[in-house]
């Protein structure tokens, strides 16, 4: 049994934050959303039906939360990077 103090998660999470301002985050996004009866892009999927906050959105914030919890007195996550994967066709669209 761990104490709180011996936790390996705190230990884990506190590597994953030193490493944050160097980290990058890859989105897959496809095309569109044609086969699930969507006609617009995957991304713009809502993610939940109270606030119909898409997909895109979701993933961003939950990032920008992450950097926001791995702040550290006045260490601060200035740049995140963010690449997304795009299908051909959402250019022809």
């Known amino acids: 049994m ?13 590597e994953g934050c030193a490493a944050m301002g160097a980290a990058a985050f890859v989105l897959v996004a496809g095309g569109l959303g044609e086969r699930l009866g969507y006609s617009g892009l995957k991304l713009a999927l809502p993610t939940e039906l109270a ?3 898409s997909y895109l959105e979701f993933y961003a ?8 919890r791995c702040q550290v007195g006045y260490v601060v996550v200035v740049c995140v ?13």
């Open 2 to 14: 761990h104490s709180l103090k011996e936790d390996p998660h705190s230990r884990y999470e506190a």
């Open 51 to 53: 606030t119909w906050t």
């Open 61 to 68: 914030k939950s990032i920008l939360a992450l950097g926001a």
């Open 81 to 93: 990077y963010l690449c997304i994967s795009l299908s051909i066709y959402i250019y022809i669209r």
